[in-house]
């Protein structure tokens, strides 16, 4: 398993265009859970049910624009880098990138 916890740059393809952000990984007791959130220009979300698996990580955020919808997240983490994907309800699915933060 790598340490999946720290601070990543996030770069999501969506259907508005590149979203940037900063995503942040904090792993709960035990290793299998994680918190954190996602801050950009669309303001900020929480993570909900983060789980780890390996170097998988499962979670759920609620967006609130440009509507409220429940956004299911998958990535896998390869030392600083990560890669996902966002399903965005009837918006489809977005990849999006992430490198750990210096």
Known sequence: MSEVGGTYDFV???????QTG?????PGPGGDTFNG????GMGTMDV???TISGDTLTWKMKMGMPMPMT???EATVDGDAV???IKAGMMGTMPF?????D
């Not at 959130?37 to 950009?40: E, H, K, M, P, R």
């Open 12 to 18: 999501a393809q969506s259907p508005m265009g590149e």
């Open 22 to 26: 900063t995503f942040t990984v904090v």
């Open 37 to 40: 959130q996602l801050s950009g």
């Open 48 to 50: 909900q049910d983060g």
């Open 71 to 73: 956004l299911d997240c």
């Open 83 to 85: 890669n996902g994907t």
């Open 97 to 101: 990138t992430a490198q750990r933060q």
